[in-house]
């Protein structure tokens, strides 16, 4: 697919957005805009937990952010946490970009207006519940709106590019940006295109996730579960069938992961590491290949995910962390503070 393209404001040289103009009205509170990018600005379509990691994604890059919700008591809750967590970061060291929480913050609106939210944007990224039906129209709602050169992006972890954009008159301009939760601490995106999406709004897109921080990778094609997903699946399906099997138990399960592969993964993949365990590709597989088709010739078909297992795995993760808001939100926050950590680590040996 070529180099990445310099990002820049799409509009630059066309047509902008229909519609208004500003922020003015539709219950939008105005931001500064960053010092040299006066007309660089996105919209986040949906406020829960992927919208407001991306706002502060964005903002942390110096865009200007309006987040877009249908019910204000979900935005001003919201912009509550997103001050909470920048102010937090900050005090911790862990903030991202160069500007002060403050800053970041005044760059970040909200909106309950759709029209009003988009409006002088130049790419808008959709994190509304994944839900076919709902995504398909908010972005048949966003087609009837948006200029010839706004990128419209979704979130979507599992909805294919055809299923979402296929018969909007801007599908040319159509994209998945596949996050990993939490986008702020995780910076891996999928770049996942449309049969029929232009090049340029995949080097634009790209482009866009490098000047943010963020890791992008392309994908040449959909297809189910996109990248991410299918090398997750295949881990749980495994871990799965070695738990039902009684082969270990579940916490030692994700002991194996989290101090034996995760440990290695957070800095090579697979390929590298096989790689760097032989003399090269070549000579890994001609030592390997033959134990490696013996064992994957042994594993079993895809899992039900239900019965008895299922109760075993979650009485096992209950007892270590109870299903109950106070004892999940403590450990999610451990969890952020740990992935904090791990790409401030990261960020540091790759300068090295």
């Known amino acids: 697919m070529g180099a990445a393209a310099?990002?820049?404001?799409?509009?630059?040289?066309?047509?902008?957005?229909k519609g208004g103009?500003?922020?003015?009205?539709g219950g939008c509170c105005s931001a500064a805009s960053p010092a040299g990018m006066e007309s660089s600005q996105v919209a986040v379509v949906g406020s829960g937990l992927i919208g407001r990691s991306w706002a502060m994604v964005f903002a942390a890059g110096g865009f200007k952010v309006k987040l877009y919700d249908i019910a204000q008591q979900q935005l001003t809750s919201a912009l509550?946490?997103?001050r909470k967590q920048m102010k937090e970061l900050e005090a911790s060291g862990f903030l991202k970009g160069s500007l002060s929480a403050e800053k970041q913050l005044a760059l970040i609106s909200i909106c309950t207006d759709l029209k009003t939210a988009v409006d002088g944007a130049a790419f808008i990224q959709e994190c509304t519940p994944e839900n076919l039906e709902l995504k398909k129209k908010i972005f048949g709602q966003l087609d009837l709106i948006v200029g010839d050169n706004v990128i419209l992006s979704s979130s979507t972890s599992c909805l294919l590019p055809s299923k979402l954009f296929t018969g909007l008159k801007h599908v040319k301009q159509c994209i998945v940006s596949h996050p990993v939760n939490p986008p702020y601490f995780v910076p891996l995106v999928e770049i996942v295109p449309h049969p029929e999406t232009d090049p340029s709004t995949i080097e634009r897109t790209y482009a866009l996730m490098k000047k943010i921080g963020q890791s992008p990778v392309k994908l040449n094609r959909e297809i189910e579960g996109f990248v991410l997903n299918r090398l997750q699946y295949a881990v749980i399906s495994e871990a799965w069938r070695l738990v039902g099997e009684g082969i270990i138990?579940?916490?030692?399960?994700?002991?194996v992961m989290s101090d034996g592969l995760g440990m290695r993964y957070a800095f090579i993949g697979p390929l590298e590491t096989m790689h760097l365990n032989a003399e090269g590709i070549s000579n890994y597989c001609e030592r390997y290949r033959e134990g490696m088709k013996l064992v994957l010739n042994t594993f079993g078909p895809v899992p039900e995910f239900s019965g008895e297992t299922e109760q075993k795995i979650s009485q096992a993760m209950s007892e270590k962390i109870p299903v109950v808001p106070k004892h999940l939100n403590a450990r999610r926050e451990w969890r952020d503070e740990c992935l904090t950590g791990l790409a401030k680590l990261k960020k540091q040996m790759s300068s090295n």
């Open 249 to 255: 138990s579940p916490t030692d399960l994700d002991l």
């Open 80 to 82: 509550e946490n997103i």
């Open 21 to 25: 103009g500003g922020g003015g009205g």
């Open 6 to 17: 310099t990002w820049r404001p799409p509009w630059v040289g066309s047509g902008r957005l």
